[in-house]
C-alpha cells in the first residue's frame, strides 16, 4: 500500500478532531501505521508567535506558512517509512482564514506553492450557526467554551467567508483531491462518507 497524505480541514466546530481519531483508529485496527500532526504546531517558537494579537493578516499568513514549511522533512520521512500522515489542517486553513481578512488567494497560495501536497483533502462543511451549538455542547471547560463562543459571535460574518473559501477551494483547487463532507448529518453517516473515500484512496 502506497503511503498517503490526508488533510482535515474545516470551521471551528467542524467535527475534525473527533473525525481524525474515528479515521485513525480504524486504520490501526486494519493494521495501517497512522501518525497524526497538526497546525499550527504549536511546539515551535514559530507558531506560538501567532497568537500574539497585534499581528496583521500578511505577517500571521508568512509565520503560518514557515511553520509548515518547518515540518516537511518529518512528514516526507513519514511518508517514504510507508506511514499515513493525518493532518488537523494545513494550509488550506491559511488560504481560508487569510483570505476571508482580505489578503489577496494567490499570494497566499505563493508562500505555499512549494511545501508536500496532500493526497485528500477532507472538508468537514457545516454552517457556522451549527458549528456554535456544537461548541456549545461539547465537554470543554466552561471558560474556555465562553471565550469560543464569544469570539464566533463577534466574529459570525468572518466564519462565513471562512466557510465560502474553503466551498470554493473544494470547487477549484486541483493539487489534491477533495472530499466534501455535510457535517450536519448524524455523526455514523459522516464515518462511513469518510471511510469510504479513504478505502478507495488507499485500494484497501
Known sequence: MEAKFIVFEGITGSGKK????????????????VVNIAFPN???DIARLTKRTELDPFTLSLLYAADRSLYQE????????????ISDRYCYSNFAYQS???IDMEWLQSIE????????????????????????????EDFTKREVLSRMERERDFMEKIREAYLKLARYNKE????????????KVNQEQI???VKNELGL
Open 113 to 140: 506553492k512549494n511545501i508536500i501536497k496532500p493526497h485528500m483533502v477532507i472538508l468537514i462543511d457545516l454552517p457556522v450557526e451549527m458549528s456554535m451549538k456544537r461548541v456549545e455542547q461539547a465537554s470543554i
Open 74 to 85: 518529518r512528514i516526507k520521512a513519514l511518508l517514504e517509512r510507508g506511514t499515513v500522515v
Open 42 to 44: 504549536y511546539e515551535t
Open 195 to 197: 471511510w469510504d473515500a
Open 100 to 102: 476571508a481578512r482580505g
Open 176 to 187: 489534491a483531491k477533495w472530499v466534501v463532507v455535510d457535517g450536519s448529518q448524524d455523526l
Open 18 to 33: 473527533t473525525h481524525i481519531k474515528i479515521l485513525t483508529d480504524k486504520l490501526r485496527e486494519a493494521g495501517i501505521g
